[in-house]
C-alpha cells in the first residue's frame, strides 16, 4: 500500500482526505510521519501556500531520510460581497482561535440584508504533490529531482441566510449549494465530496499521479 503524507494540522482536512483516499493508500499526518514544523504561509495565492507547505513537509522528510509522497493543501472561502475576501486568509480572518460558529454568525450579520443574487461565494482548493525522485518511475540518477505537481479547483455556492447542519467544519454551515438545497453542513460526507472544491481538486491530482505513473 502506497503511503502519502499530508502535509497539514486540520482536523477536519485531515479527517475529508482520510476518507476520499482510504483504503487504497494509507495516509498518514505529518504529526504521525514524525515531521513537526510551524510553517509560515507566506504566499499570496492558494497554490503558492500549498507549495511552500508541501516543500516544507518534503524537505523534513528527506533529513530524516524517507522518501514519501507528500500533498499539501491550502484553501478557503471567497465571498465576492467582501470582494472575495477572506480567501488565502480564511483560517485567520475574524481572529484565528476565533470559533466558527462565531465567525460564521459575524458573516451572516454584515451581510443581514444582502439579497441572494449578491450573496454568491465559492471554495478554493489548491493540492500540491511533491513526490521524491526515487520513487519515480524509471531510471534513477543522482541528478534526479523530486517531481511537484498541482491542481486548483473551486466550487460555486451562496452564503445561506442561517447557519445549518451538524457536518463538515468552518464555513460549511452557511455555505450553501443552491441546486442541493443544502449546506455543505447538511450533506453527508459522501455528498460532499463528489462535489466540492477539495474532491474535485483529489480527484484531478490522482488522475495526474496516475498518468505520470506515480500511484496504482
Not at 485531515?14 to 483516499?21: A, F, G, N, P, S
Amino acid at each position: 500500500m502506497q503511503t502519502i503524507i499530508f502535509a497539514t494540522q486540520n482536523a477536519g482536512k485531515v479527517r475529508e482526505i482520510k476518507d476520499m483516499l482510504h483504503p487504497r493508500y494509507d495516509v498518514l499526518t505529518m504529526r504521525e510521519a514524525g515531521v513537526e514544523l510551524s510553517i509560515e504561509e507566506t504566499g499570496t495565492t492558494f497554490l503558492d501556500n500549498a507549495l511552500i507547505k508541501a516543500r516544507s513537509v518534503s524537505d523534513a522528510l528527506a533529513e530524516k531520510g524517507q522518501d514519501s509522497i507528500v500533498i499539501a493543501d491550502d484553501s478557503g472561502i471567497e465571498i465576492d460581497f467582501f470582494d472575495r475576501k477572506p480567501g488565502i486568509y480564511s483560517s485567520r480572518w475574524l481572529g484565528e482561535d476565533t470559533p466558527y460558529e462565531i465567525k460564521n454568525q459575524i458573516v451572516l450579520d454584515r451581510m443581514k440584508e444582502v439579497p441572494d443574487d449578491k450573496r454568491t461565494a465559492r471554495y478554493v482548493c489548491a493540492l500540491v504533490a511533491v513526490v521524491p525522485a526515487r520513487l519515480i518511475p524509471g531510471d534513477f540518477s543522482a541528478a534526479a529531482k523530486a517531481q511537484e505537481l498541482s491542481v486548483v479547483e473551486t466550487v460555486e455556492g451562496l452564503i445561506a441566510h442561517e447557519p445549518k447542519g451538524n457536518g463538515g467544519f468552518g464555513y460549511d454551515p452557511i455555505f450553501l449549494i443552491p441546486e442541493a438545497g443544502q449546506t455543505f453542513a447538511e450533506m453527508t460526507a459522501e455528498e460532499k465530496h463528489a462535489i466540492s472544491h477539495r474532491g474535485k481538486a483529489l480527484r484531478a491530482l490522482i488522475q495526474l499521479f496516475q498518468s505520470h505513473h506515480l500511484l496504482d
